[in-house]
């Protein structure tokens, strides 16, 4: 054994250790294999705050996140994109739209006391409330049964009610409808109101509870110091008067309530107030997350969602590995077929050259996605070529005559800067991808650069490695394993200066 | 097999020429096509990604003999949630007459390209193509939704990292070989890209097939691999004017070609294996993806084989015998 087989024991210990890190640290699957949604989210400039600068975005990622939490996905990932954008991905999640209602109202909750001369608008209003409120219950305790719809249909106050409120509707009103109407008449209460300076940011906690004598649902809220005397300020100036506190949720009003005379010194104290609305448990909870992550800072928009159904994804993977070993073993039988025993040794290097790339894919981590793979397979085919260059060089020393040793030293020297100026160039393109493009395509141009960067090394070093080790064994060092002896040039003298 | 293949690439120049500017022509006739055709008004038939909408796929849960769907009977119902659905009521809401219905595989996908919904609208959509169609696979729907300003910002950050990509490699050129080599291997390229883009442009006339990221993708992997080619053989062309001075320029160019053909040949064809087995086997998702590389490698081949280097034979100042 001479000095250059140190390299070979090496590679092997590097495949031995590459084989340990792929069977012991999992992949990181991308959503498109594992099935799930993702979401972007674009925060919105507002009058006030026309320029997002980086805290803004944090600022809002903070609260978001929170919520995210509160939603109960495992293994969610919420990221900032770009100047502007977050990208938010829940795994096996199927049904992103309550993910996104969650996530997309800015739940500023405002206590609002009412305007004076109000009393008789506000009356209207609560009563045209109260009906459609019961008809919902109705609806609700017979599941939206058609059968009571269509009574409820007939009813010429009801259809009244919806005219005014410039609901066009050309199909026989159902609960969902009912409740649509139910938000434009609360927001057409907090109209009524006049905010004053308490709001959700001085809430310290939310929470739910079941009211036991209506089994309505409602949200807890407990204010810090400064919340407290607030509330107590607010409820005091309108204690014993006929005007009402309003607690309106993005412009909503949830409830109105009355203070009692007895506060008129005081106000209330202790720091903490209930929302009864007309909360389900479904409501309350998403109520509940809202106000405990606190109001968005800015306002959001959903500009992307993609979900991919879990079996798709592990269809996607295996129709894709499925494809890309096949062509590889196709490639494989090739190399072996045109090179002999240099195309066998291309072989164990590019098995050595999957290890390697795959294990520093699990440690990274990189994401592994459909265009991912792609690009996987992509760095192959470079590292294919850098193997092709190496062996037609080769070839062509052996048939100039030179001797098996000398001509694969000479051959893997000729090639280099070939190799280095084709891995160079497809590295500058991944690196314009990587720094440029967005999501998947940055996917692709990880896997394909860690590739280059890695074929580079076993083109050069492995190949190399693996064949001085073969050529030390006298059986296999002969030129007729590498060419067809009949095509060696009998006059190779002045070819080469 | 003989170790020097006879090329004569400065004899057969101009129908090396003419073929390049057949091809090309071609390409751009189609591009102009697109963006006269009142459909697509741009070169290319931007997808979802570059335009912003919704697509919806579901798979039907019926084995091999799914029987034919009706897709205005689909289309109808879908426009039959305006005003209808809560999720469609209010007066913005987006026009769902302009549903594009596509079945796939034999029947067993059906494709429904919308115009931007919100999550729930595009649950809406999908529980009443359900109700009516139906039975679908649920694990294997798939929804995706992009907003027009999302779109916008792609096709952008596409065309960005595709010029800052030819730039890099045109540098890099520049300063391994000379500014004629860094020229042709850009020329070199942007014909490959041309071609590409030709070839989808006539695939979205005709077959209404459209571009999404992953052609961005492909055309910057195309760019990176047509480089690699033509500098193998710029390398050669180099190394063989340093070692065979005495010959014509011209001879030197047919020698280096010749002795890189094997090589560019059997590179390709290695790359064009597993491609192939991805366009067998690999599924929809991978399909264009893997056609717009074979296009790009058929003619990255080409590029470096013939062209590039017919080019340098008439750009070198060296006298012609």
Not at chain 1, 22 to 32: E, H, R, S, V
Not at chain 2, 51 to 78: A, K, M, P, V, Y
Not at chain 2, 176 to 184: G, M, P, T
Request: contains cysteine; hydrophobic residues 45%; neutral net charge.
């Amino acid at each position: 054994m001479g000095r250059k087989n140190y390299w070979f024991l090496v590679v092997i210990l590097f495949a031995v250790l590459s084989i340990f890190i792929c069977t012991n640290i999992p992949f990181q699957l991308g959503l498109d294999l594992r099935g799930g949604s993702q979401l972007t989210l674009e925060v919105q400039p507002t009058d006030e705050i026309t320029k997002i600068t980086p805290n803004e975005i944090e600022g809002v990622k903070a609260v978001l996140d929170k919520r995210v939490n509160g939603l109960g996905v495992s293994d969610s990932q919420l990221q900032t994109v770009g100047t502007n954008q977050l990208l938010l991905e829940l795994p096996g999640e199927q049904d992103p739209s309550g993910a996104a209602k969650v996530l997309g109202e800015t739940a500023l909750l405002e206590f609002r006391i009412q305007r004076i001369g109000t009393e008789l608008q506000l009356r209207d209003l609560q009563s045209q409330r109260n009906s459609v409120e019961s008809i919902i219950k109705l609806l609700e305790e017979n599941n939206n049964s058609a059968q009571l719809s269509k009574e409820i249909n007939t009813n010429s106050d009801i259809n009244k009610l919806f005219e005014k409120y410039n609901i066009k509707s050309t199909q026989i009103l159902d609960l969902d409808q009912f409740i649509f109407l139910r938000n434009k008449i609360n927001k057409k209460i907090s109209l009524l109101f006049e905010p004053t300076s308490l709001t959700g940011q001085y809430l310290t906690n939310a929470g739910r509870r079941q009211d036991q004598n209506t089994n309505n649902w409602e949200v807890t809220l407990s204010f810090n110091s400064e919340g407290g005397e607030k509330f107590a300020d607010i409820t005091k100036s309108i204690a014993g008067t006929s005007r009402l506190l309003g607690i309106v949720i993005d412009g909503i009003s949830n409830s109105e309530a009355s203070v009692g005379k007895q506060f008129e010194t005081a106000g209330i104290t202790g720091g903490a107030a209930t929302i009864s609305g007309n909360f389900t448990v479904d409501d309350a909870r998403n109520l509940e997350v809202q106000l405990r992550g606190g109001a968005l800072p800015l306002p959001i928009d959903i500009i992307q969602i993609r979900t991919i159904g879990p079996s798709l994804g592990t269809q996607n993977i295996r129709l894709s590995l499925f494809a890309a070993l096949t062509g590889l073993f196709f490639v494989g039988v090739f190399m072996i077929f045109i090179y002999k025993l240099a195309g066998f040794v291309s072989v164990l290097a590019l098995s050595f050259y999957s290890l390697f790339t795959l294990s520093i894919y699990a440690i990274l981590p990189v994401t592994l996605t459909l265009p991912g793979i792609a690009g996987f397979i992509l760095s192959i085919g470079m590292a294919v070529d850098a193997n092709v260059l190496i062996f037609e060089r080769l070839k062509e020393e052996l048939r100039n005559g030179n001797t098996l040793i000398r001509s694969i030293d000479a051959s893997f020297k000729n090639a280099f800067s070939s190799i280095i100026d084709g891995h160079l160039t497809t590295l500058i393109s991944c690196i314009a991808l990587f720094y440029l493009g967005t999501g998947f395509v940055k996917g692709f141009a990880a896997t394909l650069g860690i590739g280059v960067l890695l074929s580079l090394f076993t083109a050069l070093t492995c190949t190399k490695a693996i064949l001085k080790f073969l050529m030390s064994y006298q059986g296999l060092r002969k030129v007729s394993n590498f060419i067809n002896p009949s095509q060696i040039l009998p006059s190779s003298i002045n070819v080469q200066q | 097999m003989k170790s020097k293949l006879n090329v004569q690439l400065y004899k057969n120049r101009k129908l090396i020429w003419f073929i390049s500017f057949s091809f090309s022509l071609i390409s751009i006739i189609g591009m102009i096509l697109c963006l006269k055709s009142p459909n697509i008004k741009a070169p290319l038939n931007l997808g979802l990604d570059y335009t912003g909408g919704t697509q919806i796929t579901l798979e039907r849960s019926c084995s091999d003999n799914c029987f034919e769907l009706n897709t205005i009977d689909l289309s109808q119902n879908i426009s039959s949630l305006t005003n209808v659905d809560k999720n469609f009521d209010s007066d913005n809401s987006p026009n769902l007459n302009r549903s594009q219905i596509q079945l796939l595989d034999n029947s067993k996908l059906v494709s429904i390209r919308l115009p931007f919904l919100t999550a729930s609208q595009s649950e809406s959509v999908v529980t009443e193509v359900s109700k009516s169609f139906g039975p679908f696979i649920n694990d294997n729907t798939s929804v995706e939704i992009i907003g027009p300003s999302l779109g916008k910002q792609l096709l952008k950050s596409s065309l960005i990292s595709l010029i800052f990509a030819f730039l890099g490699i045109a540098i890099y050129i520049n300063f391994r070989y000379d500014r004629r080599y860094s020229f042709l291997a850009l020329f070199a390229l942007l014909h490959d890209v041309l071609i590409v883009c030709g070839v989808f442009s006539w695939l979205g006339y005709l077959y209404n097939v459209e571009v999404d990221s992953l052609f961005a993708v492909s055309l910057l992997t195309i760019a990176g691999y047509s480089v690699n080619n033509t500098v193998v053989v710029f390398d050669r062309i180099r190394e063989k004017s340093l070692i065979e001075n005495e010959l014509s320029f011209k001879y030197q160019i047919d020698n280096a070609v010749g002795a890189t053909l094997t090589r560019t040949l059997y590179t390709s064809f290695t790359t064009l294996l597993p491609l192939i087995c991805i366009l067998i086997w690999g599924g929809s998702t991978l399909y264009w993806f893997a056609f717009a590389l074979v296009i790009g490698v058929i003619a990255g081949s080409w590029s470096s084989i013939a062209l590039a280097p017919s080019l340098l034979a008439i750009t070198s100042k060296k006298e012609f015998d």
